[in-house]
């Protein structure tokens, strides 16, 4: 299971940081990617990060304002959005599993608003 | 980076009739170690999305056998047989086998 930080609101230009816990001590092994969906629109993969190595990837268009990281000592991973703008506001979804986003978190709303 | 297009966008299916949709990516998915990540999600309204097939094929855990999938390098299909309320959502195809990971657009499908 992943459990998911609860719904921010953030006024533009400023950063958020969503939070998700692993349930399972797999958390070691996994790679915990962050994809989000924005005002109707489709999926759109963010980034993920491998957790035994630290090493992650980002889509190109978040590249300069997300960064994702873990606490191994929590189980929980990261994403720290910076520069927020109006089109930010959806909702954030963290997903784990071997070779697919098999296990998914409830979602995080984050409003963006001024 | 691969580009995802999935077809049709929209689809409408009576019930226990089967339904069908197709995703091209844009370059082969055949990644480093030989295996295709090509994956399909079903997603419902205010609902997480969930996995129903990974690498190309395999059904996830608890999917009915109703989903079928095949494919390989660029063109890739999902068939839903004998379909089912249940079934209606929006239907994503995900390459994981380049980075970065990129979904199709999705392609809704309703009860006709």
């Known amino acids: 299971q992943l459990v998911q930080s609860g719904a921010e609101v953030k006024k533009p230009g400023t950063s958020v940081k969503l939070s998700c816990k692993a349930s399972e001590y797999t958390f070691r092994k996994s790679a915990m990617q962050w994809v989000r969906q924005t005002r109707g629109q489709p999926l759109e993969w963010i980034g993920w990060i491998v957790v035994a190595n630290g090493d992650t990837d980002y889509a190109h268009k978040f590249r300069e304002r997300a960064t994702i990281t873990t606490d191994m000592s929590a189980r929980t991973a990261y994403l720290e959005m910076t520069g927020l703008t109006l089109d930010d506001t959806g909702v954030y979804y963290c997903?784990?599993?071997?070779?697919?986003?098999?296990?998914w978190g409830r979602g995080a709303l984050l409003a963006v608003s001024t | 980076d691969p580009v995802m297009t999935q077809t049709p966008l929209f689809s409408s299916v009576a019930l226990g009739q089967s339904a069908s949709i197709s995703c091209r990516s844009s370059?082969?998915?055949?990644?480093?170690?030989?295996?295709?990540?090509l994956s399909w999600l079903h997603q419902r309204p205010g609902q997480p999305p969930r996995l129903l097939i990974y690498k190309v094929s395999k059904r996830f855990s608890g999917v009915p056998d109703r989903f079928s999938a095949s494919g390989a390098e660029t063109y890739f299909t999902l068939t839903i047989n004998a379909l089912e309320t249940d079934d209606v959502g929006v239907y994503y195809c995900l390459q994981s086998s380049k980075f970065p990971h990129s979904f199709g657009p999705g392609t809704r499908v309703e009860i006709k």
């Open positions: 997903a784990t599993g071997g070779v697919a986003p098999a296990i």
């Open positions: 370059e082969s998915l055949v990644s480093r170690d030989g295996e295709t990540y």
